[in-house]
């Protein structure tokens, strides 16, 4: 790039000289007491000295190559400032879920609360989580159990909106203070685990837990019946529902029931990854 600027810059004062051939032999003027200088003499001395100036596109690319070189150099002192100003990020202030082992760490304290807590209160919690399950599949059976229109024709659909409603019941366990047996399954063996609780407390809660479920779930479909609330699509559906679980083998209802629970469980260790929200402070 400088030597095709410079062949410019001589091809020029070279044609300049050529214009100016004629010129040469003419005599030329003097001043008084100044010696005469010779014009190809003068000419030649203009065209090394064009030659010998950088051009403004030199000037120019050696700007940016001295920049270059200054943002590169590790010893360079505005870099050097500019490190030191970044302070290192503490990932819990910014974050508002806790990290997977601080999660199960939260998860095995509330087997330990639950082991230590009285009988008439994990009695009273499961009975009232017990309640909540009536809650949501008293509003899944209203809902999709009138859908009669969709049920004929995309039955799938009338499952996918009972599916979508029936799991309010496992955030209003989570968030107002219910105890649901398939949490407790997952919280009371991460506590085991640990070695944080005995088996026997662990099965004591589990016991309590399911006859407090048991109760609620029974004392809210007598309610529910004698309100009149399980009238029309809903009675329909909830008795096609049960006749279909009652009459199907024990296997693949034992194996429903595992791959149930296994859905619970996940759910209950996704709110101990909740951090400040009140999910962590109610009985899983």
Known sequence: MVQLHRSHAAAACLSLLAANTLAFHAPSPRIAGQRSIPRTTALLSTVERTAAEPTIVEEQEASSIDDRALLQSPSSPSMET??????????????????????????????????????????FSSALGGCYVGMGAMVSLAVAGNSAGIAAADPGLQKFI?????????????????????????????????????????????LLSWLGNLFGCALFAIACKYAGVMEGGAGVLAAKTLAAKTSADLGPVIIKAIFCNWLVCLAVGE???VYKCGAIDCVL
């Open 162 to 206: 009972f599916a979508a409603l029936f799991p309010m019941n496992l955030l209003l366990a989570q968030q107002c203070g219910g105890m649901l047996y398939t949490g407790n399954t997952a919280s009371m063996m991460a506590a085991v685990c640990e070695k944080r609780v005995s088996w026997e407390s662990m099965g004591r809660v589990l």
């Open 271 to 273: 709110f101990c990854w």
């Open 82 to 123: 500019a490190t030191a100003a970044v302070a290192p990020i503490d990932l819990s202030k910014v974050s508002n879920v806790f990290t997977p082992v601080e999660a199960f760490e939260q998860l095995v304290q509330k087997g330990e609360y639950n082991a230590n807590s009285p009988p008439e209160r994990l009695l």
